[in-house]
């Protein structure tokens, strides 16, 4: 029983060391950062640096100058919901998409690989089928 004690006041000793150590490095770190703080133009670097961070957490928090730009437009990816990428028909929706990743635009044809359903609901949402451009070149052209 003895030999246990002592073992578990050395476990204990060594764990106060190492805290004690932690604490030491926390005391250094807090000193260094004051020192690097002390000028006014410091302060107000980390502050505009927190402060852009914290822009997109908080509601209305943002200056006109901070606000992200609007996106118009957004390529679609080449995978479906299912992983599985639009390289070879849909056995399971009886239509044949058209060949090759959709992120491959220069290689892809003008007929979009979309499914039927998908168009539709491109037609039927607000902002509509000018979101989508079936191919590399039909962008290429717009913006030229």
Same mark, same amino acid.
Not at 20 to 26: F, R
Not at 132 to 144: I, T
């Given at each position: 029983?003895?030999?246990?004690l002592?073992?578990?006041?050395?476990?204990?000793?060594?764990?106060?060391?190492?805290?004690?150590e932690?604490?030491?490095?926390?005391?250094?770190?807090?000193?260094?950062?004051?020192?690097?703080?002390?000028?006014?133009?410091?302060? &107000?670097?980390v502050?505009?640096a927190?402060?852009?961070?914290?822009?997109n957490?908080?509601?209305?928090?943002?200056?006109?100058?901070?606000?992200?730009?609007?996106?118009?437009?957004?390529?679609?990816?080449?995978?479906?919901?299912?992983?599985?990428?639009?390289?070879?028909?849909?056995?399971?929706?009886?239509?044949?998409?058209g060949?090759?990743?959709?992120?491959?635009w220069a &290689?892809?044809?003008?007929?979009?690989?979309?499914?039927?359903?998908?168009?539709?609901?491109?037609?039927?949402?607000?902002?509509?089928?000018?979101? +989508?451009?079936?191919?590399?070149?039909?962008?290429?052209?717009? +913006?030229?």
């Amino acid at each position: 029983m003895d030999q246990l004690l002592c073992e578990a006041r050395a476990v204990r000793q060594k764990r106060t060391y190492k805290l004690g150590e932690a604490l030491a490095v926390v005391g250094t770190e807090a000193e260094a950062i004051a020192k690097a703080t002390l000028l006014n133009a410091q302060k &107000a670097l980390v502050h505009i640096a927190f402060s852009q961070r914290a822009t997109n957490k908080v509601r209305g928090a943002a200056d006109a100058g901070l606000k992200s730009r609007q996106v118009r437009r957004v390529p679609k990816g080449g995978h479906d919901a299912r992983g599985g990428q639009h390289n070879e028909p849909r056995k399971d929706e009886g239509e044949d998409e058209g060949g090759g990743c959709e992120g491959c635009w220069a &290689a892809q044809s003008a007929r979009s690989p979309m499914t039927t359903s998908a168009r539709s609901t491109l037609k039927d949402s607000p902002a509509g089928s000018p979101c +989508w451009r079936p191919s590399w070149s039909a962008c290429a052209r717009k +913006w030229a």
